[in-house]
C-alpha cells in the first residue's frame, strides 16, 4: 500500500492544485490549464526529493493534458501518445512507479479512443494487476467508469461498485456511487426514474453536468426516462454551478 510519505505528496499537490480545480469546477477550463501550466514548469525541483519530484512531475504531465482538452475541446494526440511511450519506462522509486500507473490509466481510459490507442478491458485488467501499482483509490474510477460505461463494459463497474461500497469515507463518495450504481442499471436495462433523479440532485460541478448530458442522457432517452421537469432542473443546475455555487470538494491526485 502506499505509505504516509505518498500520502504526504498526495496533499501538498491537492493543497497546490486546488485552484485550478476550482476554476475547472465552474467551467473556466482555461484558467485552470495556465494554473497548472505555471505548477509543471515553475516548480523549485532543487527543494525535492527524488520521489516528491517523480510523483509531482508525472501527475502534472498528465493534468495539463487533461485540462488542455477541457479547454480546446480535443486530446492533443501527439502529447497523448508521447506520454504514454514514456510512462512504459519505469521511473527510479516505487512511488513514482505507483504514480506511473495510476497515470497511464487515466491517460488510456480519458484519451485513448479520440487518439486512436484504445484502453482494452483486458488491458485494464492487466494494468490493474501491475506490480508497481501499490493500491488503487477513488480517484481512478472516475474516467475508468466513463471508458467503461461507453463501450458497455460490465466489469469494471462492477469492480468501482463494489469499492465504492466498501470504501465509504471519500469526499463526493455518494455521488460517485449513485453514478456507477445508474451506469450499470442503464446497461442492465434496470434503470428506474428514481436512480436518474437521484444522481442528478448529486451534480455541482460543470463538468459532471456535461459528461452526464453527453454520455448517459441519450441512453436515459432512450429508456423513457427522462422528462421536461428534469430537463428544467439539469439546466438550473448548470447554471447555478457556472455560477460557482456548487462546492468542489478537494481531493487528493488520482
Known sequence: MPTERYTDIANDLRRDTLPAFEHFARGEFAEAAMIVEGLLFGQHESCMDLEELEV?????????????????????????????????????????????????????????????????????????????????????WIPVCRWAFVHEFIRPLEMAFEYLTIHSQYPMRDSMWKRVNLMLKLLRGTALRIDVANYVEHLLLVPQIMEFREDMLPVIRSHFLWDEGMEQNMLSKLAEARDGSGQFNKQPPQ
Open 56 to 140: 509531482r512531475r508525472t501527475y502534472l504531465r498528465f493534468l495539463i493534458l487533461f485540462m488542455k482538452h477541457e479547454f480546446e475541446g480535443n486530446w492533443e494526440c501527439r502529447a497523448v501518445r508521447t506520454l504514454l511511450a514514456e510512462l512504459e519506462v519505469p521511473l527510479n522509486t516505487a512511488l513514482g512507479n505507483h504514480e506511473r500507473i495510476l497515470t497511464m490509466i487515466q491517460l488510456y481510459a480519458n484519451a485513448g479512443d479520440e487518439c486512436n490507442c484504445a484502453l482494452s478491458e483486458e488491458q485494464f485488467l492487466r494494468l490493474l494487476d501491475h506490480e508497481h501499482l501499490l493500491e488503487l483509490n477513488y480517484e481512478i
